[in-house]
């Protein structure tokens, strides 16, 4: 369980501390969906990249299953992130001279897999992306709704216990977004926790729970009630 009570964030703006985020306290279970809304600025990033381990600076407390996040080292705060976290983004962030599989298996790559292993969870998850057969296709000659597809398979093919998804339908048609979030929803049915950061209010409608943020404050957190098609 993600767990934060009272999270502080500021930015050093010279001599200034810049406050961002204000008295977070969010928890989210395993397998939930949640969407992030809110306008630009109103520090949806940085709250997600404190979630998701890329960001250590912060006030308050975070116990991720038991482990007290802010007391880790660097060492083991990376660490924690690489096994927990599969990060989605709005520009997808493949690597363009590597095929798709080889993009796929990166993360299994540095976690040190067996080659054969490495081979069988890539073809797995690109199956389960709706990617069957694409793995010595390259980035470039993909549409952008596939691209994101390869990224999801990349997020999750170390079966982490989390996604953290920021805008990931930030560069999408409206048509390719849904299949995106269709997507997500499949991978949320099957007991992966989404936590996705949005500014569209049709795909944060497809999550669970909507957590609205303003200014750095927590405006509100509800179940979603209306399941859109
Ligand atoms: P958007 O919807 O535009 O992506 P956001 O809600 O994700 O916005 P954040 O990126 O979290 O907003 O930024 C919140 C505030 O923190 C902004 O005012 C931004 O300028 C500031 N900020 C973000 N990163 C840094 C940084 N590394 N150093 C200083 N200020 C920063
Ligand atoms: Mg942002």
Do not use: C, W
């Not at 001279?97 to 490495?118: D, F, H, M």
């Not at 057969?133 to 691209?147: D, I, R, W």
């Not at 930030?170 to 390719?176: K, W």
């Amino acid at each position: 369980m993600i767990d934060l009570s009272e999270v502080n964030k500021s930015y050093k703006q010279g001599k200034e501390d810049y406050q961002v985020l204000y008295d977070i306290n969010l928890k989210i279970n395993e397998g939930e969906f949640v969407a992030i809304m809110g306008p630009s600025g109103s520090g949806k990033s940085t709250l997600i990249d404190i979630i998701g381990f890329l960001d250590q600076k912060f006030k308050g407390e975070y116990v991720f299953d038991d482990v007290k996040v802010n007391k880790l080292s660097r060492k083991e705060h990376a660490k924690l992130r690489n096994k927990s976290v599969g990060f989605i983004f709005q520009n997808f962030k493949l690597i363009n001279n590597q095929n798709v599989g080889e993009n796929i298996a990166l993360p299994l790559l540095y976690a040190g897999s067996k080659r054969k292993e490495i081979l069988k969870r890539v073809n797995e998850v690109l199956d389960q992306v709706g990617l069957k057969g694409s793995y010595h296709k390259m980035p470039k000659n993909l549409s952008g709704g596939q691209q994101q597809r390869v990224a999801i398979a990349r997020a999750i093919v170390g079966k982490p216990n989390f996604l953290v998804a920021d805008e990931p339908t930030g560069a999408l048609d409206s048509a390719t977004s849904k299949e995106i979030i269709e997507l997500f929803k499949a991978l949320n049915e099957n007991g992966t926790t989404i936590i996705m950061v949005t500014h569209d209010e049709k795909v944060a409608n497809q999550a669970h729970r909507l957590v609205n943020i303003l200014d750095g404050r927590i405006q509100s957190d509800e179940e979603v009630q209306i399941a859109n098609t």
